[in-house]
C-alpha cells in the first residue's frame, strides 16, 4: 500500500533549528510536496522536491533521497509565526497526491 | 478576489438538511479538487475536475455529490450526512491534473458540523 509517515508533533526554540522528517512509500513517485498549515486556515505550499539533493528557500530548506524514500523539511531561525502544522504529500505513478497525516509544530519562547 | 476562495466557512447541519459548499479560484487553473481533513488524520482526496470533467472520485458515499459547472467553480452538495462526516473540508486548485510539477493551491476550507 502506499503512506506517508511524519511525526506526529515536535517542540523547538525560538531561533532554533528543526527538522521534520517524512518516509515515504507510494506506487512510483514523481516528487514530493510540503505545506504550511495555521490552526484554521489553508494549507500553503513550502516547497517540491523531484531530484535528489538540497532545495533552499530563505529559512526554510528541503531534502530528498529517491533511494531511501525520504525526505525532511528544514526550518532555521524559528519564529513564533511558524508555529503550524507540516504536511508531507508524495505524487505516485498516477500524479495523485499521498498526504501524510502533518507534523504540528510548537515554538516555544 | 484572490487565490481560492470557500463559502460558507463555517456549516452546522443535521442530518436531514440539504446543504451546498461552494468554491472559487481566481488563479485561472483547470483542476479542481474536494478534500476532507479529519483532525490527525491525513488529507482525503475526494473528487477531482479536470477542465470541467470528474476525473477522479475516491469511493466517496452518494449523500455527496459534486458539480463543476466550469474551471472557476466548485461546488459540494450535501444530503442526509452523518455525524461522522463531521470535517474540515478543503478546495484546491492547479494548473492542471496530472502534471509533474503540478502544485495544488488549498482554499481556507469550511468547517461542517453535523448534528
Known amino acids: 500500500g502506499q503512506n506517508i509517515d511524519q511525526p506526529t508533533e515536535m517542540t523547538a526554540t525560538e531561533g532554533a533549528i528543526v527538522q521534520i522528517n517524512c518516509t515515504y512509500q507510494t506506487s512510483g513517485f514523481n516528487g514530493l510536496f510540503w505545506y504550511q498549515q495555521h490552526a484554521g486556515e489553508a494549507p500553503t505550499f513550502l516547497s517540491y522536491n523531484v531530484l535528489d539533493g538540497l532545495e533552499e528557500k530563505g529559512r526554510f530548506s528541503s531534502f530528498l533521497s529517491r533511494s531511501k524514500g525520504y525526505s525532511y523539511l528544514l526550518l532555521k531561525e524559528l519564529q513564533m509565526k511558524d508555529s503550524a502544522s507540516y504536511l508531507c504529500a508524495g505524487h505516485d505513478s498516477n500524479y495523485q497526491l499521498i498526504w501524510g497525516a502533518g507534523t504540528k509544530l510548537i515554538i516555544k519562547p | 478576489e484572490t487565490g481560492v476562495t470557500q463559502t460558507p466557512r463555517h456549516l452546522v447541519m443535521g442530518m436531514t438538511n440539504k446543504k451546498s459548499l461552494k468554491c472559487e479560484q481566481h488563479l485561472g487553473h483547470n483542476a479542481m479538487y474536494w478534500y476532507k481533513q479529519s483532525a490527525k488524520k491525513p488529507l482525503e482526496l475526494m473528487f477531482v475536475y479536470n477542465f470541467k470533467e470528474q476525473t477522479e472520485n475516491n469511493s466517496v458515499p452518494s449523500r455527496f455529490s459534486p458539480e463543476c459547472p466550469n474551471s472557476s467553480h466548485l461546488f459540494l452538495h450535501l444530503h442526509t450526512l452523518q455525524p461522522e462526516d463531521s470535517a474540515l473540508y478543503l478546495c484546491?486548485?492547479?494548473?492542471?491534473w496530472g502534471g509533474g510539477t503540478d502544485t495544488q493551491y488549498f482554499g481556507p476550507g469550511t468547517r461542517l458540523t453535523v448534528l
Open positions: 484546491a486548485s492547479s494548473q492542471e
